[in-house]
C-alpha cells in the first residue's frame, strides 16, 4: 500500500537514464576528470619481461630529476605485501621476481604526468630472464613443468560425476578454443587519493566493489579500515575487469609518502596490462546420443588460463564445470575443469566467466550432433532442453520457470532478412568495398546459453540499503544509499524506480555509492537488481511501515515527516548456495539461472574471408522487466560483447609478451559492425527473487557467440573450432571451400 497518492515512476516503466544525457554530451564526470589544487601525478614502472628474477633496482636516477617528489619499490610498502580477490598472492609491487608482463615495480609522484613517466623510464631494473611457461596444459599437466605458483601450478581442479554409461549409437567428439578477450571499456583506470588529517586516505576510484577494495587497500597501507575511506567515482564501463585492483593501493602509497593528493590515469596500452583479461580455454567435448538425438553422455575436459596469479580464477573454474553441459537433460556427465599458473597475462572476470567458454564447446558440439543425428540444430536443442523440475549435471534441480523448448520454437519461427543487399556497404568489407558479391555466401545459426546470476557455492552473498523519507521544501523526499557500483548498467535508474514504487514518492534522490554504508557486494554476476534491488526492497517497507504506524492516528505524511526523518537500513541476502563437492561436483551451488538464445544471420566472403552479421534475434526470459528501456540496452550490448568473441576481440600473447595492446591493433565491434535486432523479452517470475526478477545483463553474452560461429560454419562447411574467427581461418582453406 502507497504511502502517497499519485502517479510515480516506478517498476516495469521506460525511465530515462539520469547519467545518459550527461555521457552523450561528453558533461559526465569520469574518474579520469578528476582534479585537485596542488595534486600530483603518479606512474607505474612495469616489468617488460613476463618471468625474471629481480636482481636491483636502482632509484636513482629518477629521484635526481626535477619536479619529482616520491619513488616506491617493494621496500616501502608500509603494510602486507599482498593482496588478491580470493587468495592474496598478487604483490603490491614485485619484489624479487615478475611473473607476467606489465607486473608493477616502481611508482613515481611528480608534479607533471610527462615528469612523472619520464621518472619511471629512468628507474633501473637488473633482470636476470627465465623461461616463461605460457601452455596451460603443459603447467597443468606436466610435472616437469617449472611452477609458476609456489602451491603449484594448478589453481583449481573441479570435477563433475554423473552415472555410469558412457557409450552411445551416434558420438561426436573435438577439441574448441576460445582467445583472450579483454573487456575494452573506454575509460581506463584512474583515480584520485587524498591524504587525511587523521593518518588515512580518502580514495575517489572506478571500480566495481568499493568494500573488497577497502578489504585490500587497508591491510597494504597498515591502516585500519574505518582510515582508508573510497568513493565511488564515474566508471567508464567494467565487465569484470574493475573487480580486481589497478591503482588504489599505489595511488594511496603515494599520497601518504608525499602528503599530497595523488591522481593515476592509465593510458590505454597499460591498460591492456593494468587489468585481468577473460580467460583463453582449450577444451575437448565428447557427446553420445541415440540415433533419434537424445543425450545419453557428455564428457569434457575443460583447461582455462589463469595467468600469474589467482584472481577469480577459482569460481570461473566452478562456473565452468557446473555449467559445462548447458541447459541439457543428460543423465551421464564426466567434466573435468582446470584453472592453471602461467606466466601470461593474469585473468579474471569478465561478463559470463566461465560459462561463456563452455557454451561455445557445447553448442557447437550440439551442431556437430544435429547433423550426425540428422536433425535440424533447433531440433535437437528442443528434444534435450531442460525444462522446470530438471535436474542440472550437478544434482541442482531448476526449480524456477526455465521455458527453453518454447523459446527456441519462438525463435525459428522469427521472419528471416530478406536477400542480400546489392549496396556494397552491406557487403562483407563494408565500406571498404572489397567484394561486389561475388563469393558471399549466407548462414544461419543457433546458440543457446544458461547462465548462474548472482555469487555462487556458498559465499555469503547480500546487499545493505539504506533509505530515509524527510521533508525537503514541504514535500516528502527519499534518499537511498548503498555501496553498489553504478558501472554504466543502470543501476540508479532501478533503485529509484524501487523506492517510488514501494513508498509512493516521486521525489527519489540517490546518494553518491561509498564505504560510509554497507557493503553492496559487487557490480557481477548480473546481481545487482536482484541483490541491491532486494536490499532497497526491503529497507524501503521497513520505512513504510513505521510510517503506516505513525499515521494510524489520521496524520497526514508531512505531519509525520515534520517531527523528523525516518530512516531505515536493511540487509538483504539470496536463498543459500553450497559449494560443489570436491570429487562428483554435485551441490546446489547456484542461485538463479537465467537463459538466453540467439539466431544469428551471416554472410560470409568465403574468399577474403570476411563475415557481415546481417541480423542478431534473441529470445531471453528475465522473469520481471525493471525498465523494458535499459534492460534491452542490456541484450544489445551483451550481444555485441559475444559478437566481438566470435568475429574479431582476441589479446596476441606470444611467448608471455602481448603484441596488441591497442584499440588500434586490438578490434571491437562498432556500430558498423553491430546488425539490427530482433528480441523477444519472456516474463515467468522467479518465485525466489525480488519482483520476480531474473539477472539479464551476461546471458546474451553467451550465446551470441556460438550462434554466429554456427552461422558462418553453416555459410562456408568448415568445422571453425575456434573463436574469434579470423579471416585467414575461412580464406585459407580454399580447398574445403571448393564448388
Excluded at 546458440?447 to 548472482?454: D, L, Q, R
Excluded at 538463479?592 to 560470409?604: F, I, M, P, S, T
Excluded at 589479446?651 to 602481448?658: P, S
Excluded at 565491434?669 to 546488425?675: E, Q, R
Amino acid at each position: 500500500m502507497s504511502i502517497a497518492t499519485g502517479q510515480v515512476q516506478g517498476v516495469g516503466q521506460s525511465l530515462l537514464r539520469p547519467d545518459g544525457t550527461l555521457k552523450v554530451t561528453g558533461e559526465f564526470a569520469y574518474s579520469s576528470d578528476l582534479w585537485l589544487d596542488g595534486m600530483l601525478w603518479g606512474a607505474t614502472l612495469r616489468s617488460p619481461h613476463p618471468s625474471a628474477w629481480i636482481r636491483s633496482i636502482d632509484v636513482g636516477p629518477a629521484l635526481a630529476m626535477p619536479g619529482v617528489f616520491a619513488v616506491l619499490t617493494h621496500q616501502d610498502v608500509p603494510g602486507v605485501k599482498f593482496y588478491g580477490l580470493e587468495h592474496k598472492d598478487q604483490p603490491v609491487l614485485a619484489i624479487d621476481q615478475v611473473r607476467y608482463q606489465g607486473e608493477p615495480v616502481a611508482l613515481v609522484a611528480a608534479d607533471h604526468p610527462e615528469t612523472a613517466r619520464r621518472a619511471a623510464d629512468a628507474i633501473v631494473v637488473g633482470y636476470e630472464l627465465r623461461e616463461a611457461v605460457t601452455d596451460p596444459r603443459q603447467a597443468a599437466f606436466d610435472p616437469a613443468c617449472p611452477q609458476v605458483n609456489p602451491h603449484g601450478n594448478v589453481v583449481r581442479h573441479q570435477p563433475v560425476r554423473v552415472g555410469d554409461r558412457f557409450t552411445a549409437d551416434v558420438v561426436v567428439t573435438a577439441e574448441y578454443e576460445v582467445g583472450m578477450q579483454d573487456q575494452a571499456f573506454l575509460g581506463p583506470e584512474s583515480g584520485l587519493a587524498v591524504p587525511a588529517e587523521d593518518g588515512g586516505v580518502d580514495l575517489y576510484v572506478a571500480t566495481q566493489w568499493l568494500h573488497v577494495d577497502q578489504d585490500q587497500v587497508a591491510p597494504c597501507l597498515g591502516l585500519p579500515k574505518e582510515k582508508v575511506r573510497l568513493t565511488l567515482a564515474g566508471v567508464g564501463g567494467a565487465f569484470g575487469a574493475r573487480e580486481d585492483l589497478s591503482m588504489q593501493i599505489h595511488a594511496s602509497m603515494l599520497a601518504l609518502r608525499t602528503g599530497k593528493p595523488i591522481k593515476i590515469v592509465y593510458g590505454r596500452e597499460e591498460s591492456f596490462f593494468g587489468h585481468v583479461h577473460r580467460h583463453p580455454a582449450w577444451m575437448r567435448y565428447e557427446h553420445g546420443a541415440t540415433a533419434d538425438g537424445m543425450l545419453v553422455y557428455v564428457r569434457a575436459e575443460i583447461v582455462l588460463d589463469g595467468g600469474a596469479y589467482t584472481s577469480s580464477s577459482p569460481a570461473v573454474v566452478g562456473n565452468a564445470a557446473s555449467l559445462g553441459v548447458g541447459p541439457y537433460e543428460v543423465d551421464n556427465v564426466w567434466i573435468d575443469a582446470y584453472g592453471t599458473y602461467t606466466n601470461n597475462p593474469p585473468c579474471g572476470a569478465m561478463r559470463g566467466f566461465g560459462a561463456v567458454q563452455a557454451c561455445f564447446a557445447y553448442e557447437s558440439q550440439m551442431d556437430r550432433l544435429a547433423e550426425a543425428c540428422g536433425l535440424s540444430p533447433v531440433e535437437i536443442r528442443i528434444r534435450n532442453a531442460v525444462s522446470q523440475g530438471s535436474r542440472l549435471a550437478t544434482g541442482q534441480v531448476v526449480d524456477t520457470p526455465a521455458p527453453l523448448a518454447g523459446m527456441l520454437r519462438e525463435l525459428a519461427a522469427m521472419p528471416l532478412p530478406g536477400p542480400g543487399s546489392t549496396d556494397l556497404r552491406a557487403l562483407p568489407g563494408g565500406v571498404a568495398q572489397t567484394t561486389h558479391g561475388e563469393g558471399v555466401r549466407r548462414g544461419i545459426g543457433y546458440g543457446v546459453g544458461i547462465k548462474n546470476i548472482c555469487f555462487s557455492e556458498g559465499f555469503d552473498d547480500y546487499s545493505t540499503a539504506r533509505v530515509r523519507v524527510e521533508l525537503l521544501g514541504g514535500e516528502p523526499h527519499v534518499l537511498v544509499h548503498t555501496a553498489a557500483a553504478e558501472v554504466g548498467q543502470g543501476l540508479i535508474m532501478v533503485k529509484s524506480q524501487i523506492a517510488r514504487t514501494e513508498l509512493g514518492i516521486d521525489r527519489v534522490t540517490i546518494v553518491p555509492a561509498d564505504t560510509t554504508v554497507g557493503s553492496a557486494g559487487s557490480s557481477s554476476a548480473s546481481r545487482q537488481s536482484y541483490v541491491t534491488g532486494g536490499a532497497v526492497k526491503a529497507a524501503c517497507e521497513a520505512v513504510r511501515e513505521r510510517l503506516d504506524k505513525l499515521r494510524a492516528g489520521g496524520a497526514s505524511l508531512a505531519e509525520v515527516l515534520a517531527a523528523g526523518p525516518v530512516e531505515e537500513t536493511r540487509e538483504y541476502r539470496h536463498r543459500p548456495t553450497f559449494p560443489m563437492d570436491p570429487v562428483t561436483g554435485q551441490g546446489d551451488s547456484h542461485t538463479q539461472l537465467a537463459l538466453c538464445v540467439h539466431r544469428a544471420v551471416v554472410d560470409v566472403d568465403v574468399e577474403l574471408g570476411l563475415v557481415k552479421v546481417v541480423e542478431l534475434a534473441a529470445v531471453q526470459d528475465v522473469g520481471r522487466i525493471m525498465n523494458p528501456l535499459a534492460l534491452e540496452g542490456q541484450i544489445h550490448g551483451g550481444t555485441a560483447q559475444g559478437l566481438g568473441l566470435a568475429l574479431m576481440e582476441e589479446i596476441q600473447v606470444r611467448d608471455g609478451k602481448v603484441l596488441n595492446p591497442s584499440f588500434t591493433d586490438y578490434l571491437i565491434p562498432t556500430i558498423l559492425d553491430m546488425p539490427p535486432m530482433r528480441l523477444s523479452i519472456l516474463e515467468n517470475p522467479d518465485p525466489h527473487a525480488p519482483y520476480g526478477l531474473r539477472g539479464a545483463g551476461e546471458p546474451p553474452t553467451l550465446s551470441s557467440t556460438p550462434a554466429i560461429a554456427a552461422a558462418v560454419r553453416n555459410a562456408t562447411g568448415l568445422a571453425l573450432a575456434r573463436v574469434p574467427i579470423r579471416p585467414d581461418d575461412i580464406a585459407l582453406a580454399g580447398s574445403a571451400l571448393a564448388g
